[in-house]
Nanobody, 118 residues
Framework: VQLQASGGGLVQAGGSLRLSCAAS????????MGWYRQVPGKQRELVAT???????NLADSVKGRFTISRDNAKNTVYLEMNSLKPEDTAVYYC?????????????WGQGTQVTVSS
């Protein structure tokens, strides 16, 4: 399973970005898909997750500004980020759970840099 993330970049505070992460390979049962972020010297933190049913969970720090969605037919998860703040600057990683008989596998994307200037 390979995850290809894209959409990061440099944006001014108050701006918007849209991240995408497409999963490919031997995929038949995709579970929770999500986005995490990490800044140097800190632990990776959850940003948002979405179940196959569409149920979402967002970190308090991004509620009202970020939206997570997914396209199950394309095995792709999106993160729409609006009203960006300098503190949103981080490397963003996508995470995908794959269910196989008796086991659950989690895969990480390569990370995409988001930089918000003040």
């Amino acid at each position: 399973v390979q995850l290809q993330a894209s959409g990061g970049g440099l944006v001014q505070a108050g701006g918007s970005l849209r991240l995408s992460c497409a999963a490919s390979g031997s995929i038949s049962n995709v579970g929770i898909m999500g986005w995490y972020r990490q800044v140097p010297g800190k632990q990776r933190e959850l940003v948002a997750t979405i179940r196959s049913s569409g149920s979402t969970n967002l970190a308090d720090s991004v509620k009202g500004r970020f939206t997570i969605s997914r396209d199950n037919a394309k095995n792709t998860v999106y993160l729409e980020m609006n009203s960006l703040k300098p503190e949103d600057t981080a490397v963003y990683y996508c995470n995908v759970e794959i269910h196989r008989p008796g086991r659950l596998f989690a895969y990480w994307g390569q990370g995409t840099q988001v930089t918000v200037s003040s």
